[in-house]
C-alpha cells in the first residue's frame, strides 16, 4: 500500500474537526498506516497548527509562507503537488476549497481523483474499493479507485469519527524552504463572513434544525415549538432558506453558518455533504427521515425513519410531559 497523506484544513490557527476524522479514513484503507499530514499556509499560523497535530500524528510536514496566507487552489496544488512523493494517497476534506483544489491536483501529480468518499471496501483487483454518494445524496455508489500511480481522495466531513489516539511527540519537517514557486494567475479578493441575525445558531449547544422535508412554511411552527421544548434554537438547511421560510442566518452548511452544539435533531435533512461540511465538534446527530436510504443515516447516531409531521408533536409532547 502506498503512504498515505492528509491536508490539514485550519483557519486562524483552529484546526478543522476533519484532521482527526481523515486520520479514521486512513486507517481504514490501511489498518496499520500511519498518515503524515500536511499543513500550508502563513508561517506564524502553520506553527501553532503543526504543534497541535504533533499530538496526534507522528509525521507533520509543514509550508509556511505568507503567499499561503490564503486557500489559493492553484497555489496550494503546486505545492502539494513538490511535497506528495510518487504514488502516495493524499485524503482531503470534501469541501467547497477540497472540491476546488483536488481535481486539478490529481492532474497535476498524474494520479486518480475521488470525490465525497463516505467509505472503503477494501481493494479489488489491485484497486480501492470506494463508496460514493450521488445525485444528492440519493444514491450511493461503488467504485474501483485505480492507486497504482496514486490518488487525490476527497472525504466527506462527519462520515470518520474522530481518531482521538495521541502520537508519541510527533516530528515536525518543515519544508518551507524546499519551495520556491508561489506563483499564481489567481487574486484573493475578500473573505465574506456569513452574517449573524438576531439568533447566534454558531452558540447554541442544541440545535432542532429542519429541511425540506417539512413541506409548509406553516408547518415551522411546530418546529420552533420543539426547540422551545428542548431549551434549543431552530436551524435550517438550504432549501428552507431559498424558500425564504426562514433567514440565511439560521442556515447550517457549507455556504451558511458552522456550527458545533452538543446535539443536533435534524428533522427531514437528507444529510448533504454541504450541509454536514458546516457541522463540527461531534455532536449527537439524532435523524428523523422517512426516507430509509437518507444519507444523514450514515452519520446520526441515532435514525428514525417517520414522517416528522407526526414524529415532532409527539415529541414535544413527551417532552412537556416529562417537564
Known amino acids: 500500500m502506498a503512504s498515505i497523506f492528509t491536508y490539514i484544513t485550519h483557519k486562524k490557527g483552529v484546526v478543522d474537526d476533519s484532521a482527526l476524522e481523515l486520520i479514521s479514513a486512513a486507517k481504514v484503507i490501511d489498518s496499520d498506516c500511519k498518515p503524515t499530514a500536511i499543513i500550508l499556509g502563513s508561517p506564524s499560523e502553520v506553527a501553532q497548527v503543526a504543534d497541535e497535530m504533533a499530538k496526534s500524528y507522528t509525521d507533520v510536514i509543514t509550508v509556511g509562507n505568507d503567499a499561503l496566507n490564503y486557500p489559493n487552489a492553484e497555489v496550494y496544488r503546486k505545492v502539494l503537488a513538490a511535497l506528495l512523493p510518487s504514488h502516495a494517497l493524499l485524503l482531503v476534506p470534501h469541501d467547497t476549497f477540497g472540491m476546488d483544489l ?23 483487483g489491485g484497486k480501492l474499493k470506494v463508496i460514493r ?16 500511480n496514486g490518488a487525490i481522495i476527497n472525504i466527506r466531513a462527519g462520515v470518520f469519527k474522530a481518531d482521538e489516539s495521541k502520537a508519541q ?49 406553516e408547518n415551522i411552527e411546530m418546529v420552533h415549538t420543539l426547540a422551545k421544548a428542548m431549551g434549543g434554537e431552530v436551524a435550517c438547511s438550504r432549501p428552507i432558506v431559498d424558500a425564504k421560510w426562514l433567514e440565511k442566518s439560521r442556515q447550517v452548511g457549507t455556504s451558511g453558518q458552522t456550527v458545533k452544539p452538543k446535539v443536533y435533531l435534524a428533522l427531514g435533512i437528507s444529510g448533504s455533504f454541504q450541509h454536514m461540511g458546516g457541522i463540527k465538534g461531534n455532536p449527537f ?39
Open 169 to 217: 511527540h510527533g516530528a515536525i519537517v518543515d519544508k518551507s524552504s524546499d519551495i520556491q514557486d508561489f506563483s499564481s494567475k489567481r487574486t484573493f479578493v475578500e473573505v465574506i463572513e456569513a452574517e449573524i441575525g438576531e439568533v447566534d445558531i454558531t452558540k447554541s449547544e442544541i440545535l432542532v434544525s429542519v429541511g425540506r422535508g417539512i413541506g409548509e412554511e
Open 133 to 148: 454518494q450521488e445525485y444528492g445524496g440519493t444514491v450511493s455508489t461503488r467504485s474501483l479507485c485505480d492507486i497504482a
Open 285 to 323: 446527530i439524532i435523524a428523523i427521515n422517512k426516507n430509509p436510504n437518507a444519507p444523514i443515516f450514515q452519520m446520526a447516531d441515532v435514525g428514525v425513519v417517520t414522517d416528522i409531521l407526526e414524529f415532532i408533536p409527539a415529541l414535544t409532547e413527551k417532552i412537556n410531559q416529562a417537564q
Open 102 to 124: 483536488s481535481p486539478g491536483l490529481s492532474i497535476k501529480t498524474d494520479s486518480s481523483f475521488a470525490s465525497d468518499v463516505v467509505g472503503f471496501e477494501g481493494m479489488e
